[in-house]
């Protein structure tokens, strides 16, 4: 790889280990504030909304400009965010800031992939990118739950700078300052991306000229007979990943008597298996195979019922490695497919917006049935049932879609020559 990709991979790390981070904190601060249960998965809802909203316009905008430049803007948005969750607004609407701020990079982040390598290395960019990016979430998530730890949190409030007040009193607050360095480190590295040879226009200002043309390619990626399961896959996958974040929580909880802090490690657990299985995916399946994958998300969902079972703690650390290599191996062959089908439609920045705005409507969505059966007070082990069944039934419909496609002809050419 091109030592260009290594300044993107660094970028994505900082920014994404403080997302992950900020969410802990985030959860934490709730606790402290004695919200009830059910506010808890709406954080994430709240994170995504910008996502589902500005669809229309963050495409053309990250189009408009060079990716690195894009990038920059958006983790600046995500410092204002964590700010003012410091600063004592309310730990929902920061973290929805801080989500406007994400919405706008994630079309830059993978966009760029596109414009600055071929098509035959996407998988493995791909596989590196996700691999990466599990990573982050991994020490992410660890380094939230550390912070708010009392053992970590008690000594770094000990820290105190002479004739400054810093205000920060907390576990949860202290964690946030800490995590804004992450951001300032992944805004660093967008400062030092690789420019590209992509032409960049500037975006179009009337925005009913923007959901239009919006409107248009998402038809259009949905319209194509390998963009829809690629599409399809990935949007359940999101949805599902997100919720099973606050299920995981919600279960540590329960059935082994984790405390939030605990529960964070079965949460890197389950991104270490998402790691593995990215990687495997990215040395063992071609692009033009990609396909292949679909009975993988079918038995995701089928061994996530078996969590209903579990009440040691190392048969569940077995079960959710599991769960996320499942996980990792099917969506990074149909992430580099919709890349691919993207690029070639409508170009990078339109079709990852597309693309970010299906994901996260299924994880508002999926979200906010959890957050009513929680409300409802559902047992955790009949959502996690409901929660399997959903995920196999629906990868089982995605599979017969594709091979009706299959069968009816006329498929979209992939180059066989992108290799592993």
Known sequence: MPFGFYIIMAAQFFSSLADNALLVAAIATLALLDS????????????????????????????????GHVMFISNAIKVVGCLTMLFGVHPLIAYGIVGFGAAAYSPA???????????????????????????????????GGALISDAVSSQLLKIDIPRIDTGIDTAPEVAIALIIVSYVAAAIFNLYMPRTAIDHKPAHKNPAYLVRDFAHCLRLLWRD???????????????????????????????????????????????????????IAAKTIPLHHAAKVLPVGIAMGIITIGMTFVRDVYVAMAMMTTIGALA??????????????????????????????????????????????????????????????????????VRERHQRNVREGHMPQIPTDATH
């Open 36 to 67: 009830p249960a059910w506010l808890t998965p709406m954080l994430k809802l709240f994170f995504t909304i910008s996502y589902v909203v500005l669809a229309p316009f963050v495409g053309a905008f990250a189009d408009a400009l060079p990716k």
């Open 109 to 143: 982040k993978y966009g760029i992939l596109t414009e600055y390598l071929p098509h035959p290395k996407l998988v493995i960019a791909n596989g590196w990118i996700e691999g990466l990016t599990v990573g982050s979430i991994i020490l992410g998530t660890l380094m």
């Open 225 to 279: 007979k390998l963009g829809q399961i690629s599409l399809a896959t990935t949007t359940l996958f999101w949805g599902a990943g997100a919720t099973l974040q606050f299920i995981v929580l919600k279960w540590a909880e329960i059935a082994l008597g984790y405390t939030l802090s605990q529960s964070t490690i079965l949460q890197g657990i389950t991104a270490i298996g998402i790691a593995a299985g990215a990687v």
């Open 328 to 397: 990792g191996f099917f969506v990074v062959p149909m992430n580099a497919l919709l890349q691919h089908r993207g690029h070639i439609l409508m170009g990078a920045g339109h079709s990852i917006a597309v693309q970010n705005f299906n994901e996260n409507l299924s994880i508002l969505a999926m979200l906010g049935v959890y957050a009513l059966l929680i409300r409802l007070d559902f047992s955790i082990y009949t959502v996690i049932t409901l929660f399997g069944v959903f995920v196999a039934v629906t990868m089982a419909l």
